[in-house]
């Protein structure tokens, strides 16, 4: 048996989206993320619990406000205390870490696959994922959109409305589109 599509995106190879698998993994979230979206506060709580068992990793103490959106939820690790506000989406068909402490603004929206630049593939559905990693302790202003394969390290500070196209040096505060460091705090 051959290499599957989901081995493929899982490699940060070029795959195609369009596959049975990966459409029933984005079902699956999709499901998760409606439970999540419309269950009454006080029985979510945190984190609803079907989209608890999506992620591959959610730390105590996270709390993700709805609504909310993922793509596949199984590539999202979020460690302690991670803080998503209302609005935030992770289309996370590559791999997602959010360290602990972290915080994302309103509408924070995380963006993994890059889709191919020649137009017949790009109908054909493929797709390349690449990996997001954010540090810890890292604030994300309301309504920035965070490229995939950008790492944002440590104690890094995005300005509301940013786009990060590449890394962020841990502590710098960046803002702007495409995003750019600016000076102390």
């Given at each position: 048996m051959g290499i599957t599509e989901r081995q493929r995106m899982a490699a940060a190879e070029w795959y195609c989206c369009f596959d049975p698998e990966l459409d029933a993994l984005r079902w699956r979230a999709r499901e998760a993320v409606h439970e999540h979206n419309t269950m009454p506060p006080a029985q979510r709580g945190n984190l609803g619990p079907a989209l608890a068992a999506l992620f591959a990793r959610a730390a105590?103490?996270?709390?993700?406000e709805a609504p909310f959106h993922c793509s596949?939820?199984?590539?999202?690790s979020l460690g302690r205390r991670v803080y998503l506000n209302a609005g935030c989406t992770i289309l996370d068909s590559g791999s997602v870490r959010i360290g602990e402490g972290s915080m994302l603004g309103p509408g924070v929206h995380i963006y993994c696959a890059e889709h191919h630049r020649?137009?017949?593939k790009r109908r054909a559905g493929m797709e390349i994922a690449r990996p997001v990693t954010i540090?810890?302790?890292?604030?994300?202003?309301?309504?920035?959109?965070i490229l995939g394969g950008a790492t944002i390290g440590d104690g890094?500070?995005?300005?509301?409305?940013?786009v990060v196209t590449?890394?962020?040096?841990?502590?710098?505060?960046?803002?702007?589109?495409?995003?750019r460091p600016v000076g102390g705090s």
């Open positions: 105590e103490n996270v709390f993700i596949y939820g199984m590539n999202i020649d137009p017949e540090g810890r302790d890292v604030w994300i202003g309301g309504g920035a959109i890094a500070i995005v300005g509301a409305g940013s590449r890394d962020v040096a841990a502590g710098a505060t960046v803002v702007g589109n495409p995003a």
